[in-house]
């Protein structure tokens, strides 16, 4: 998407550029012994009452160079608000080498660090800081608050606590044109497969469990699964040097064997007094909304020093865009990259109740 305000002038003496609609300053900050760098942009001609910090979701990022986001940002710079926003490790101008296993419990310390440094800036509207994160920013948000308690979080499409890769399988599988019961056989293969790997069963089992999906044309087209349904020496040392890595980094659930990507998720998220909207994609692919929706009223609803709001799109998918088959690959240029209809709305009214902007 393409920014739409124009640009007027840039003072080099004072270090930002100003736009037709809002000033955009540099932004930097220092982790692990690297520079992290992205931008501050704020309302040109009002003062900002708060700060929204994004968290963005999986992989790597472009905010920058790439112009990401554009559209929200632009929508929260016109509500009044300053948006703070970086590059990963290793992405656009940021220092280091980016690793896609980056810990969510480190991504929190890195955004940790980006609010310190805001806070000391002393930045208008600082006194007052919120988070908008997508997906995997659903274990990063709650995390954060822990460190620095936030004043507002929009949640957008978040994660419940465990490893949601078997949902995106059976979920894509069936809008590439399998059946409800052959996508079901192929998800029960991978969460057998994935038991067996995540509680330190055999190669052998693994292989054999896996089959299905191993000789099947389209999940191989879909995910890359390779041929593993041989018995080879290589591939039994390969599987037993990722089963130690694997098991070593994180806790498992004991019946299902899927990955919980935060212990006790559920204390975490009770420790959030502040309000909290969040908002799914009905045709979401990817993560189990329902899963997620039900997580947060039964802890964050039922929190009397907080205030959930929730929203369920329909036709939209999980970044919330208007989609047709709503398949995490689609091309949605067809559409416009469109945002689901009253996206905006919804977040600005609610930031209006809350109180957060005039």
Known sequence: MKNIIFFIAISTFLNFTIYSQKIVEPFEFQFENKTLRG??????????????????????????????FAKLR???V????????????GCGKSEGEFNAQQPVENSAEEAFTAIKKIKELNITGSDKIGLWGLSRAGWICPLINEK????????????????????????????????????????????????IFTTN??????VKATKPLSKDKLAKKLFGFKKVYIITKKGRNNYLKNQKLYTS??????????????NNFDKVLNKINAPVLALFGRQDSQVDWRKTKKLYEKT??????????????????????????????????????AACDGYYTTMENWLRHQKIIE
């Open 201 to 206: 069963g055999s190669y052998r089992d693994y």
């Open 249 to 262: 980094r994180g806790y498992f659930d004991t019946e299902s064997g899927l990955w919980v990507y935060l």
């Open 78 to 89: 016109n509500m009044g608000l300053t948006v703070v926003f970086w590059d990963k490790i």
């Open 39 to 68: 931008l501050i942009e704020k309302p040109k001609n009002k003062k900002s009452k708060a700060i929204v910090v994004i968290i963005p979701g999986y992989g790597k990022t472009n905010f920058v160079a790439g112009n990401w």
């Open 300 to 337: 964050i609803g039922k929190n009397a020093n907080s205030d959930l709001t929730t929203k369920v799109f329909d036709n939209c998918n999980h970044s919330l865009q208007k989609c047709k088959t709503c398949g995490y690959q689609e091309d949605l240029s067809s559409l416009n990259w």
């Open 148 to 195: 620095i308690p936030i004043d507002f979080w929009i949640s957008v499409s978040g994660t419940d606590d465990k490893e949601n890769f078997g949902y995106l399988l059976k979920s894509n599988l069936i809008i590439a044109g399998k059946s409800e019961k052959e996508a079901t056989k192929l998800y029960d293969s991978w969460m057998l497969g994935h038991k």
């Open 74 to 76: 632009d929508n929260f």
